[in-house]
């Protein structure tokens, strides 16, 4: 099981290296954020040892399961799944970013929490940019108003915009969904908004991170290819199904 978590985060490193080269990116422009839904917290204590040092969870409940056999390890933990206004709390507890910063009243609800703590939070907008409706997610052309709102709170850092790409076993279908959270992103530069002008870009899974590399990402978010499937023969994600 070790050998094999090693030798995967070896191939996705280089398949990160190969796609920043053909790019013509600087590989250090791009992070890998191990995706460890149903991850059992042994096995991602291995790549943290083999120096990872970003995770994200899907589910309030995981990110507290694992709390005690991580917590000690220089490790980010990142929320990367749809969340609830009631698990506001609990979340805060364990992770430093949310990256489905998806709705105002989860923003206003994030800031209440965070005043109370007195504290601060890095957050990132998600962006439905395929179009599925089972995707949360703002829509494409609701991101500059939202990104205005959310910049009142103080509370809450904006550190970029993340997107579940479109995924097809087609290379090329996969391409436009990439493309256009880097085209909301410039539309966000060109609108200058007061004191945003830094944005990443959160895209990017086993199956597209070559393209979302191509498409300007900065982060990309990957389980599969290192951790193994989820579900042998099942369709192996559904991070949409609410807690
Ligand atoms: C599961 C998940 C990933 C990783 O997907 P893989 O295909 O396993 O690499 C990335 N982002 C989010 C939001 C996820 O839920």
């Known amino acids: 099981m070790k050998e094999d978590i090693i030798l995967n985060l070896k191939q996705v490193h280089e398949r990160i290296e190969n796609a920043c080269k053909t790019a013509g990116r600087?590989?250090?422009?791009?992070?890998?954020?191990?995706?460890?839904?149903?991850?059992?917290a042994e096995k991602i204590r291995i790549a943290?040892?083999?120096?990872?040092?970003?995770?994200?969870?899907?589910?309030?409940?995981?990110?507290?399961?694992?709390?005690?056999e991580l917590r000690n390890l220089n490790i980010e933990?990142?929320?990367?799944?749809?969340?609830?206004?009631?698990?506001?709390?609990?979340?805060?507890?364990?992770?430093?970013?949310?990256?489905?910063?998806?709705?105002?009243?989860l923003a206003q609800e994030l800031d209440k929490q965070l005043q109370k703590e007195g504290r601060k939070l890095d957050v990132f907008v998600q962006v439905n940019t395929s179009f599925e409706e089972s995707k949360f997610g703002l829509a494409p052309d609701a991101v500059i108003s939202f990104i205005r709102e959310i910049k009142q709170y103080e509370t809450?850092?904006?550190?970029?915009?993340?997107?579940?790409?479109?995924?097809?076993?087609?290379?090329?279908k996969m391409r436009p969904s990439l493309r256009l959270l880097r085209e909301i992103r410039d539309e966000i530069y060109n609108a200058k908004i007061d004191g945003i002008t830094d944005l990443k870009l959160s895209m990017g899974m086993s199956q597209d991170l070559e393209?979302?590399?191509?498409?300007?990402?900065?982060?990309?978010?990957?389980?599969?290819?290192?951790?193994?499937?989820?579900?042998?023969?099942?369709?192996?994600?559904?991070?949409?199904i609410a807690e």
């Open 211 to 240: 393209l979302a590399i191509a498409e300007g990402s900065n982060m990309v978010r990957v389980g599969t290819s290192i951790f193994g499937n989820r579900f042998l023969g099942k369709e192996i994600w559904n991070e949409n």
């Open 156 to 172: 809450l850092t904006i550190k970029g915009l993340m997107t579940i790409g479109l995924l097809d076993v087609e290379k090329e």
């Open 77 to 105: 933990r990142h929320f990367i799944g749809h969340l609830q206004t009631n698990k506001i709390k609990d979340v805060l507890k364990y992770a430093t970013c949310i990256q489905s910063l998806d709705r105002l009243s």
């Open 48 to 68: 943290i040892e083999a120096g990872e040092t970003l995770m994200g969870e899907n589910k309030m409940q995981e990110l507290r399961d694992k709390d005690s």
């Open 26 to 40: 600087d590989s250090a422009d791009v992070q890998l954020l191990l995706a460890t839904k149903t991850v059992p």
